[in-house]
């Protein structure tokens, strides 16, 4: 992953303000009980972000974006439609599908990749570097 400038950080730490996320540094990543192999997580239900101590600029930028996400989601479904059929054309999208298609967090309750989900971790990754 790319580290972040102190600017971009700054930059991503005042959207998370705006929109009501926490940040919370921590030593290992915990999602529902268990210790992730992961610099960082945004919990969207929580409004939290966990982050491993020392990793913030290369994990933030990218767990801040899955919010953005969700927002778009949610606020300009046509947009979120022409992402998620735009990501397709991201060579990003393979590397996320290799990474965390066989992730049981990426996955549907009948253990096949969940798509949707893959596709917005990408789509996050690809805004990380825009922002």
Known sequence: PSTASPKTIAMVND???RIGVDTKAMKNVIVDGIKQDAAGAALLTQKLI???EGKEAQSLPEEAMHFA???IKQ???ALYKK???EINKYAILNEVFATYG????YQTKDGKPDV????EEAIAKV????Y
Do not use: C, D, G, R
Not at 102 to 105: A, F, G, L, S, T
Not at 116 to 119: C, G, N, Q
Not at 127 to 130: P, Y
């Open 15 to 17: 959207f998370l303000t």
């Open 50 to 52: 966990q982050v491993v």
């Open 69 to 71: 996400v969700a927002i």
């Open 75 to 77: 606020t300009n479904p």
């Open 83 to 85: 992402l998620m059929s």
């Open 102 to 105: 066989q992730n049981p967090i």
């Open 116 to 119: 949707i989900m893959l596709k």
């Open 127 to 130: 805004l990380e570097h825009i």
